[in-house]
């Protein structure tokens, strides 16, 4: 009698077939779900941006309403946010220099007047914004990180078309 041979692996082929296309489901399923990941966390850090923004921003409106006459009533320097040097002891603006989340460091961009006075921040990051700046008064936007400017509302009728801007970390050091 003769036997004939079957070969074990007549379903191989089509198990292996099966075990590719789950394969390329879990990756296509982690690519978007890394997709979908990428955008929360940005969506995350223009939160954090809004925030450290305001945060400048209502610091450079008190430090103007406590002027009391003062030639400068805008800082030169951030730093004056964090100790006013106007008067002694120690009075606060802001109380702590807060990082810029869109570019992970401590350099902002400053918005300045004609006499040196910071009336605003804004992000160095040149990145697309997802979502447009918050509605507040004194900030305004655009389509990236850069165009969103946190400025003192006191300042909005005394800035030009284009304010100087230049990159500074929170201490007042030039970057």
């Given at each position: 009698?003769?036997?004939?041979?079957?070969?074990?692996?007549?379903?191989?082929?089509?198990?292996?077939?099966?075990?590719?296309?789950?394969?390329?489901?879990?990756?296509?399923?982690?690519?978007?779900?890394?997709?979908?990941?990428?955008?929360?966390?940005?969506?995350?850090?223009?939160?954090?941006?809004?925030?450290?923004?305001?945060?400048?921003?209502?610091?450079?409106?008190?430090?103007?309403?406590?002027?009391?006459?003062?030639?400068?009533?805008?800082?030169?320097?951030v730093a004056h946010l964090l100790r006013d040097p106007r008067v002694p002891g120690v009075r606060?603006?802001?109380?702590?220099?807060?990082?810029?989340?869109?570019?992970?460091?401590?350099?902002?961009?400053?918005?300045?007047?004609?006499?040196?006075?910071?009336?605003?921040v804004h992000s160095l990051s040149s990145r697309t914004a997802i979502g447009g700046p918050p509605?507040?008064?004194?900030?305004?936007?655009?389509r990236t990180y850069r165009e969103w400017r946190f400025i003192a509302p006191s300042a909005v009728?005394?800035?030009?078309?284009?304010?100087?801007?230049?990159?500074?970390?929170?201490?007042?050091?030039?970057?």
């Amino acid at each position: 009698m003769r036997r004939t041979r079957r070969r074990a692996g007549g379903n191989a082929g089509f198990t292996y077939l099966g075990v590719l296309f789950l394969v390329s489901l879990l990756a296509l399923t982690a690519g978007m779900a890394s997709a979908v990941w990428a955008t929360a966390q940005q969506r995350e850090h223009e939160r954090q941006l809004a925030f450290a923004g305001r945060q400048y921003q209502l610091a450079i409106e008190r430090y103007r309403q406590q002027a009391h006459g003062a030639e400068a009533p805008y800082p030169r320097e951030v730093a004056h946010l964090l100790r006013d040097p106007r008067v002694p002891g120690v009075r606060r603006f802001l109380r702590q220099p807060y990082v810029d989340p869109m570019t992970d460091k401590p350099e902002w961009g400053l918005v300045r007047l004609a006499d040196g006075g910071i009336v605003g921040v804004h992000s160095l990051s040149s990145r697309t914004a997802i979502g447009g700046p918050p509605d507040s008064p004194g900030i305004t936007g655009g389509r990236t990180y850069r165009e969103w400017r946190f400025i003192a509302p006191s300042a909005v009728p005394l800035l030009g078309p284009a304010p100087a801007a230049s990159g500074v970390t929170p201490r007042g050091e030039h970057s």
